[in-house]
Nanobody, 127 residues
Framework: QVQLVESGGGLVQAGGSLRLSCAVSGRTFSSYYWGWFRQAPGKEREFVAALSRSGGITYYADSVKGRFTISRDNAKNTVYLQMNSLKPEDTAVYYC????????????????????WGQGTQVTVSS
C-alpha cells in the first residue's frame, strides 16, 4: 500500500514555472512506476508524464514535451514534476499516480495502469 500527497500547485503567469511534488509513504518507493496526470474543468483526466521503475525511462505527452520534466528522489520518497514555460492551457488539477504492477496490459500513458492516486493539486496559469 502506498499513499500519495501532492503539493506545489498555485497561480502563475504564463511563461512561469512551478515544481509539483508528490510525497510518497511506503517502504518500497523504488519499486513503483510513476505518473502525472491532469484534469481541466469539463475534460477527462489526461496523461502528462511517466517515469519507469528504474528511473531511466521517461514518457511525456506531446503537449508538455520539452517543457515538463518528471523525476524522483529516492532518499526523500518524492516524485517531482518540473513545469516550465507554462501556458494557460496547462491549467488543471494535477494528480500523481503510482503502479506496483508495471505497465502490463496497458502502458505508461493509461490511467488504468495506476492503482494509487493522490488527491490532486491545482495549477492555474494566467495569461
Amino acid at each position: 500500500q502506498v499513499q500519495l500527497v501532492e503539493s506545489g500547485g498555485g497561480l502563475v503567469q504564463a511563461g512561469g514555472s512551478l515544481r509539483l511534488s508528490c510525497a510518497v509513504s511506503g517502504r518500497t518507493f523504488s519499486s513503483y512506476y510513476w505518473g502525472w496526470f491532469r484534469q481541466a474543468p469539463g475534460k477527462e483526466r489526461e496523461f502528462v508524464a511517466a517515469l519507469s521503475r528504474s528511473g531511466g525511462i521517461t514518457y511525456y505527452a506531446d503537449s508538455v514535451k520539452g517543457r515538463f520534466t518528471i523525476s524522483r528522489d529516492n532518499a526523500k520518497n518524492t516524485v517531482y514534476l518540473q513545469m516550465n514555460s507554462l501556458k494557460p492551457e496547462d491549467t488543471a488539477v494535477y494528480y500523481c499516480a503510482a503502479s506496483s504492477a508495471g505497465y502490463a496490459g496497458y502502458g505508461p500513458r493509461e490511467r488504468a495502469t495506476y492503482q494509487y492516486w493522490g488527491q490532486g493539486t491545482q495549477v492555474t496559469v494566467s495569461s
